[in-house]
């Protein structure tokens, strides 16, 4: 137990692993853009600032001639109330005063930094102005009257200026190649969270390894997206054909006594009929007497997809008892494959399609056809499905991948289960794969 749970983390870490992978070019993209919109906002949007700084030394002599061990301590002791009256609004004041500045005590303590470098007893002052000389002359001015107020409060003796303030030529912020940085790796973060987000929040079935850990059930086949084909035209491209002959091999697999098989979906418009078609021609083209058969009573849609004769007699008439079985079973343009049609369509099919007239009709033609495919209404929408499966070998789900959530196909088979009918697996439908590889190119005009 403990070993499987750990398979299935290593699969689904793999899972993530791939499919950030996949979508590796949305995150790079997404870091680009972050790192342009943060790198031109720091550019144009925000105004340059420069940075002056200034240090004093500061020493308490007890002795006048000689500095002692005593003063130097004691220098280290008071470093914080020297930062203090730096900042104190006496200097600030008198700094705004002698610059002749149009700006508050508030205003201008923003723009000061006072530091003290550890284990000694000298003090940075840093400026921060949009206007470099303005910077300079702010830090030399703070250097000045800050000295004296505190020569003045604490009695301290002299203070020394050891650095005057410096000439900004360039900027200290913003720091638009830092910015830019931030902005880039933000953007990767963002989006690679928004992705493996949305993926975790998805409870679309994706991949045939998540259709069989869902429902428990083989994929019997894996049908590729065709995203440019023509559905009206009988011709597939390669990967389609050799898709379909996958499926049909594996069906043929399912064993000798599975022979009626009930074609059903979760909801419309997931390629049921077209799958069941193309199968059904599959089959054919391999040599086999196929039946086609559209119980889809609401809907009839195979006059347009399938030449073959008289559509108009068709599986609601024989239902109704006004056609024998020989009159509505037609003969297609394909070889091997004939065909019942809806016939007239009909509102009361799943009391149609339960009585004993269609269990007959299953019966009579299981001996005469080698394969009989019964095409259904979705029965996520409509019972018809079950009805029709109750007498068939096996039924084939179909659902479309990145579309049906895991919970209505669970509910679909919960009920094939419950009307206790056999599903010999599952078709993962439209799933888009990559169709650049050699092998299709190589092989593919043998179709053509």
């Given at each position: 137990?403990?070993?499987?749970?750990?398979?299935?983390?290593?699969?689904?870490?793999?899972?993530?692993?791939?499919?950030?992978?996949?979508?590796?070019?949305?995150?790079?993209?997404?870091?680009?853009?972050?790192?342009?919109?943060?790198?031109?906002?720091?550019?144009?949007?925000r105004?340059?600032?420069?940075?002056?700084?200034?240090?004093?030394?500061?020493?308490?002599?007890?002795?006048?001639?000689?500095?002692?061990?005593?003063?130097?301590?004691?220098?280290?002791?008071?470093?914080?109330?020297?930062?203090?009256?730096?900042?104190?609004r006496?200097?600030?004041?008198?700094?705004?005063?002698?610059?002749?500045?149009?700006?508050?005590?508030?205003?201008?303590?923003?723009?000061?930094?006072?530091?003290?470098?550890?284990?000694?007893?000298?003090?940075?002052?840093?400026?921060?102005?949009?206007?470099?000389?303005?910077?300079?002359?702010?830090?030399?001015?703070?250097?000045?009257?800050?000295?004296?107020?505190?020569?003045?409060?604490?009695?301290?003796?002299?203070?020394?200026?050891?650095?005057?303030g410096?000439?900004?030529?360039?900027?200290?912020s913003?720091?638009?190649?830092?910015?830019?940085?931030?902005?880039?790796?933000?953007?990767?973060?963002?989006?690679?969270?928004?992705?493996?987000?949305?993926?975790?929040?998805?409870?679309?079935?994706?991949?045939?390894?998540?259709?069989?850990?869902?429902?428990?059930?083989?994929?019997?086949?894996?049908?590729?997206?065709?995203?440019?084909?023509?559905?009206?035209?009988?011709?597939?491209?390669?990967?389609?054909?050799?898709?379909?002959?996958?499926?049909r091999?594996?069906?043929?697999?399912?064993?000798?006594?599975?022979?009626?098989?009930?074609?059903?979906?979760?909801?419309?418009?997931?390629?049921?009929?077209?799958?069941?078609?193309?199968?059904?021609?599959?089959?054919?083209?391999?040599?086999?007497?196929?039946?086609?058969?559209?119980?889809?009573?609401?809907?009839?849609?195979y006059?347009?997809?399938?030449?073959?004769?008289?559509?108009?007699h068709?599986?609601?008439?024989?239902?109704?008892?006004?056609?024998?079985?020989?009159?509505?079973?037609?003969?297609?343009?394909?070889?091997?494959?004939?065909?019942?049609?809806?016939?007239?369509t009909?509102?009361?099919?799943?009391?149609?399609?339960?009585?004993?007239?269609?269990?007959?009709?299953?019966?009579?033609?299981?001996?005469?056809?080698?394969?009989?495919?019964?095409?259904?209404?979705?029965?996520?929408?409509?019972?018809?499905?079950?009805?029709?499966?109750?007498?068939?070998?096996?039924?084939?789900?179909?659902?479309?991948a990145?579309?049906?959530?895991?919970?209505?196909?669970?509910?679909?088979?919960?009920?094939?289960?419950?009307?206790?009918?056999?599903?010999?697996?599952?078709?993962?439908?439209?799933?888009?794969?990559?169709?650049?590889?050699?092998?299709?190119?190589?092989?593919?005009?043998?179709?053509?």
């Amino acid at each position: 137990m403990l070993q499987r749970d750990n398979n299935e983390i290593d699969s689904n870490l793999k899972e993530l692993f791939f499919m950030l992978l996949r979508k590796t070019w949305i995150i790079i993209l997404a870091g680009i853009l972050c790192a342009v919109g943060f790198g031109a906002y720091s550019y144009y949007a925000r105004d340059p600032v420069y940075t002056s700084s200034t240090k004093i030394y500061v020493i308490n002599r007890e002795n006048s001639n000689i500095t002692t061990i005593a003063d130097l301590q004691a220098g280290n002791q008071l470093t914080k109330d020297y930062q203090v009256l730096v900042l104190s609004r006496p200097v600030t004041e008198l700094v705004i005063k002698n610059l002749d500045l149009n700006m508050s005590h508030e205003e201008l303590v923003e723009e000061i930094t006072v530091n003290t470098p550890e284990n000694t007893r000298i003090i940075e002052i840093e400026v921060n102005n949009k206007n470099p000389e303005l910077a300079k002359k702010l830090a030399d001015s703070i250097a000045e009257v800050s000295a004296e107020r505190m020569m003045s409060v604490m009695e301290i003796e002299k203070i020394n200026i050891i650095e005057p303030g410096n000439l900004p030529r360039i900027p200290t912020s913003p720091n638009v190649k830092l910015t830019t940085a931030i902005g880039g790796a933000i953007g990767l973060l963002i989006s690679t969270f928004i992705i493996l987000f949305v993926h975790m929040v998805n409870d679309t079935i994706k991949s045939s390894d998540e259709l069989e850990k869902c429902l428990e059930l083989t994929t019997l086949g894996i049908l590729p997206l065709e995203v440019n084909s023509n559905r009206e035209k009988s011709r597939l491209d390669f990967a389609s054909i050799e898709a379909y002959k996958t499926l049909r091999s594996n069906i043929q697999f399912c064993g000798a006594d599975v022979k009626v098989i009930c074609i059903t979906s979760s909801i419309p418009n997931e390629g049921k009929t077209f799958i069941a078609l193309r199968l059904a021609k599959t089959i054919a083209e391999s040599g086999k007497k196929v039946l086609l058969i559209n119980a889809d009573l609401r809907k009839s849609i195979y006059n347009d997809k399938i030449k073959a004769e008289n559509n108009r007699h068709g599986l609601s008439q024989y239902l109704m008892g006004r056609y024998d079985i020989e009159t509505v079973i037609k003969k297609s343009d394909i070889e091997n494959l004939s065909i019942i049609s809806t016939g007239a369509t009909s509102y009361s099919s799943s009391e149609l399609l339960d009585n004993d007239l269609f269990k007959e009709l299953i019966k009579s033609q299981r001996d005469v056809y080698d394969y009989v495919i019964v095409d259904t209404p979705p029965l996520g929408v409509l019972i018809d499905s079950a009805n029709v499966a109750k007498v068939c070998d096996g039924t084939l789900f179909i659902v479309e991948a990145n579309k049906i959530s895991y919970k209505l196909a669970r509910r679909v088979i919960k009920q094939l289960r419950m009307c206790k009918c056999k599903v010999i697996g599952t078709v993962l439908n439209k799933v888009n794969v990559n169709r650049n590889e050699l092998y299709t190119k190589y092989y593919q005009h043998y179709y053509l």
